[in-house]
């Protein structure tokens, strides 16, 4: 069993530093936001995922697993840093890798010949070779293996995925990916594929961008069954039964820090044969702004209607159901955008405590005051619950 250290404890690298205990590794977490490492050398998780403040706790306790700003030796590296966009005043965002980089440096700092590097963080092609560039010429170490290997978990079962799932490892060669397949080994029990880093690096924007893409066809036939009037629910259900046909779920628009990011890293470079991909993108965005007249045209006629200024009760903020992440969350900028435009908005998120811009309600507080119930995430808890007779906009399939 091997020491592992881990760059960045958030939604990827905390539950990877569980599994990685689960096997019988040491860990090592490093990240550079003190009240993170806090938490978790106190055994509590700053991250919602089912199962994982048990784990996290539990070994802590028998000293498996460490936290800390500064690194540590050990035979095995792991980057699972953000990895965002800087928006520019061109149409296409710039990937940044900034956190990437500054991460390798200080692996840098205490690398030695043989260990291991594995970038896991979503990145632009190139990244990996780029990597391997710095550590070694900072440390002066060659000999060491490196490989890109991303994640493709689904949040809210993190834990069982980053074990069940099929894993690419990217070598830099051969050898590094050999290394690194034997190390995957001790934890993953799904198909392992060798290639090169370069391929892996596009298998995981390929996959988000081909969601993307997939996802915008149903928002775009979305928007034509409500001007006809047709239930795209129905409409796509029906679709489906076709036996090579299959229509994603259509949605207020396209979130989290995947989806709607990684597209752009293949646009960036390459802005001429990005057609298709950056119009997936901006049909995305458009949902939520086409949302967002609905909902200013429904509560226009009902404030005719009912001669008052209407509240507005919009369910769920989070970027897709039964998470507490909001970033890049299309229900979260729905929900701001109505506030700026002086709506009466009020908003329940079961996920979260509080947001730092506006009070969150119990579901029967939004229901019972609202006049207009506009539903962006098709959150669990709300199927649970009998929704009463007030008009309704859902955006999110909840009430089929
Ligand atoms: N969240 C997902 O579902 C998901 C799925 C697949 C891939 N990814 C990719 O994994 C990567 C990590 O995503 P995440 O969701 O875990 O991010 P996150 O924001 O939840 O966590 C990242 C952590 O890294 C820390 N950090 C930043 N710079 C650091 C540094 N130099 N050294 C050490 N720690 C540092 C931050 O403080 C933060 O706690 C991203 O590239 C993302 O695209 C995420």
Request: a neutral charge.
């Amino acid at each position: 069993m091997a020491k592992c250290c881990i760059f960045g404890l958030g939604y990827i690298g905390l539950p990877t530093a569980a599994v990685l205990c689960d096997a019988g590794h040491q860990v090592f977490g490093v990240d550079t936001n003190l009240d993170v490492v806090e938490s978790i050398n106190s055994g509590k998780v700053h991250i919602f995922e089912p199962n994982l403040e048990e784990k996290i706790s539990k070994y802590i306790s028998s000293g498996d697993l460490k936290a800390s700003i500064t690194p540590s030796k050990a035979e095995i590296f792991i980057i699972a840093v953000p990895t965002p966009f800087n928006n520019s005043k061109n149409r296409i965002p710039i990937p940044n890798i900034d956190y990437v980089i500054s991460a390798s440096k200080t692996i840098a700092s205490v690398i030695k010949e043989g260990d291991i590097v594995i970038l896991e963080s979503t990145c632009p092609i190139g990244t990996t070779r780029n990597v391997y560039d710095l550590i070694s010429k900072i440390s002066k170490v060659k000999n060491f293996h490196l490989a890109y290997c991303p994640e493709r978990v689904l949040p809210g079962n993190i834990l069982k995925e980053l074990v069940s799932n099929s894993r690419v490892i990217g070598g830099l060669n051969q050898l590094d990916s050999d290394k690194i397949f034997n190390f995957y080994k001790t934890f993953c029990e799904g198909k392992i594929i060798k290639t090169d880093s370069k391929t892996a690096e596009l298998v995981k924007l390929s996959e988000n961008a081909f969601r993307d893409v997939n996802i915008a066809f149903a928002n775009e036939m979305s928007i034509i069954c409500n001007k006809l009037g047709v239930n795209p629910w129905e409409l796509i259900n029906i679709c489906n039964q076709h036996p090579r046909v299959n229509i994603l779920n259509p949605g207020c628009g396209v979130g989290g820090h995947c989806i709607a990011i990684d597209p752009w890293f293949i646009a960036h470079k390459f802005p001429e044969e990005t057609k298709l991909i950056q119009q997936a993108r901006n049909t995305n965005n458009q949902k939520s702004e086409w949302v967002i007249t609905q909902i200013e045209t429904k509560s226009r006629e009902l404030s005719l209607d009912l001669s008052k200024k209407i509240k507005i009760g919009c369910f769920g903020l989070s970027f897709k159901p039964d998470i507490d992440d909001l970033r890049e969350s299309p229900a979260l900028k729905i929900v701001l955008n109505l506030i700026e435009k002086g709506l009466d908005v009020i908003v329940c998120e079961p996920n979260i405590n509080s947001h730092t811009d506006f009070d969150l309600c119990d579901f029967e507080i939004v229901e019972e005051k609202a006049d207009l119930l506009v539903f962006l995430v098709n959150h669990s808890k709300f199927k649970t619950k009998n929704i009463n007779k007030k008009p309704i906009l859902d955006y999110c399939g909840l009430l089929n």
